[in-house]
C-alpha cells in the first residue's frame, strides 16, 4: 500500500528528476520503535543532499498514521519534498532456514557515496542484490576487501566467547538495530568487539547472525555452501532481544 499527500503524477515527475531517500520502521504492539534514531538519521541523509528536512512532528504524524508492521518512508526532493508511504507486513522476512553469500558487487566507496546515505536505488545495493538468487541476504565487501554489510542487514560474528561485528569505519550504514543489539548484548555481559572484519573469519565463526529492522537477530544457517558451527546462542539472543525492545519501548 502506497500513500502521499502528493498526487502520482507528482511522485513520478519527482522521482525522474530527483533522489529519494528513506527509512524503515517497524513497530512493536502498535508502537514505533527507535522513531528519533529514524528521524536523525533521516536528516543525516537528508543532509548530504542540502536539503532542508521535514520536522520531526511531520515525520512522527506519517509514522503514526499509518501504523503496521513495517512502515517505509520515503521523501524525494526535486524543487520541493515529496513523501510517500508503503506499509508492509514484516512476516514476510520470516524464513525456517537463513542462508547467505557474499555478494558479486562491492559496497561504493564512502568516499564516492557516503556509507550513512540511505537512498533509494543505490546501484552497489541494486546490483549486489540481482546476485541474491535463494540467498536471505548477501553480504557486501568494501573497497579494501574487508567485511561490510548485507544488503538490508548487518552482520555478527560470535568468536570465542567475543562477537564481532563491522565497524563504522568499514564502510557500513550506521544500522539501528545494529545500535541497539550492541547496547542489548552489553547489557547482558556480552562483550561486542567492532573492526574490520576479514572475509574468511566468516566462516572460522562459531556463530553468525544478522540484524535488521523486520526481524531484529536472524541467526544464519548456512554461508554459500558451508553449514554454520551452531545456531544456539544466537536464537537465544534473538528471543531475547525481542524482550529487550518491548521492555524499553
Known sequence: MIKSKYRTSELVESLTKG?????????????????????????????????????LEEFESLVYDNLSDRIRIVYVYSGKLVNYIS???SSDFITD?????FAKVRRADPKSIPADLKSLGRPDIYLARL????????IMLGNHGQVCEGTFSNIFLVMDGTIVTPSLES?????ITRMHVI?????????????FVDPQEVFYADEVFLT????????VDQIGNVKT??????RRLSQQFEDYVKRIM
Open 212 to 219: 535488521h529492522t523486520s526481524r531484529g537477530i536472524v541467526p
Open 87 to 89: 506499509t508492509e507486513d
Open 229 to 234: 558451527k551452531s545456531t544456539e546462542l544466537s
Open 19 to 55: 533522489i529519494a531517500v528513506y527509512e524503515t520502521i517497524r513497530t512493536y504492539g502498535g508502537k514505533p520503535f527507535a522513531l528519533i534514531e529514524h528521524y536523525k538519521r533521516l536528516c543525516k541523509s537528508l543532509s548530504y543532499l542540502k536539503i532542508e528536512p521535514p520536522k
Open 97 to 101: 532456514f537463513v542462508k547467505i553469500d
Open 131 to 138: 546476485t541474491k538468487l535463494d540467498n536471505y541476504d548477501v
Open 171 to 175: 564502510g557500513i550504514l550506521d544500522g
Open 183 to 195: 547496547k542489548f548484548l552489553g547489557e547482558i555481559g556480552i562483550k561486542t568487539e567492532e573492526r
